[in-house]
């Protein structure tokens, strides 16, 4: 079946720094990547939606300039946070679509800014 | 994002009795929903889905149905067991790409 690896599932990181997550499809390619951010005992929420070798898209209210995604191959989307702060810190998720429609998720990355 | 939300956020039954997860969603042009089980500290695990042009679909020991006229889905598990116990979130799939989530319910199985 397809496998969504996440990477690193858990970083904790001082305030201020960047924080980089990789998102790697194993066995087939995404056309497109989505990253969800989740808050403790809430529901996955739509960050942004990237398609491979062009700009992501960003929901509303998501700064762009501070969730950096880049979708460089059919097989890997990274998020990095930049200038973390505290209010930062959740469970990030992400998942991979492939030709056949179906959505695999990523195994999630705990970030702690300290 | 879309209005996907769920009527119970805890729902508690005894081991191998039937469990019914419920949601409701708020866009009728909706044409996709999946169901996800969503174990802690790990990322949503595909359970079964279901297109709208379909009112029930079966799995093995899970059912969905969909009642469109209500904006209505649910996710029914046959004879729970412990490892049934998670956070289940419907999923609702608007456009070509993005796929939505409920607010989940919280299933605790009873030995």
């Known amino acids: 079946g397809a496998v969504v690896s996440q990477h690193p599932s858990r970083v904790i990181c001082k305030s201020g720094t960047s924080v980089k997550i990789e998102c790697r499809s194993l066995?087939?390619?995404?056309?497109?990547m989505f990253w969800y951010r989740q808050f403790p005992k809430k529901s996955l929420m739509l960050m942004a939606t990237s398609n491979e070798g062009s700009k992501a898209t960003y929901e509303q209210g998501v700064e762009k300039d501070k969730f950096l995604i880049n979708h460089a191959s059919l097989t890997l989307s990274t998020l990095t946070v930049t200038s973390a702060h505290p209010e930062d810190s959740s469970f990030y998720i992400c998942s991979a679509r492939g030709d056949w429609n179906g959505y695999t998720f990523g195994s999630g990355t705990r970030l702690t800014v300290v | 994002g879309e209005n996907v939300g769920l009527h119970l956020p805890t729902l508690s039954v005894q081991e191998g009795d039937n469990s019914i997860i419920n949601c409701a969603y708020s866009n009728s042009a909706s044409d996709y929903f999946i169901w996800y089980k969503q174990e802690s500290g790990k990322g949503p695990q595909f359970i079964i889905d279901i297109r709208s042009n379909m009112d029930k679909r079966q799995g093995q020991r899970v059912t969905v149905l969909l009642n469109k006229t209500v904006k209505h889905l649910s996710l029914q598990i046959a004879a729970t067991q412990p490892g049934d116990s998670a956070v289940y979130f419907c999923?609702?799939?608007?456009?070509?790409?993005?796929?939505?989530f409920g607010t989940g319910t919280r299933l605790t199985v009873i030995p």
């Open positions: 999923a609702e799939q608007t456009g070509a790409n993005n796929l939505f």
């Open positions: 066995d087939f390619q995404a056309t497109t």
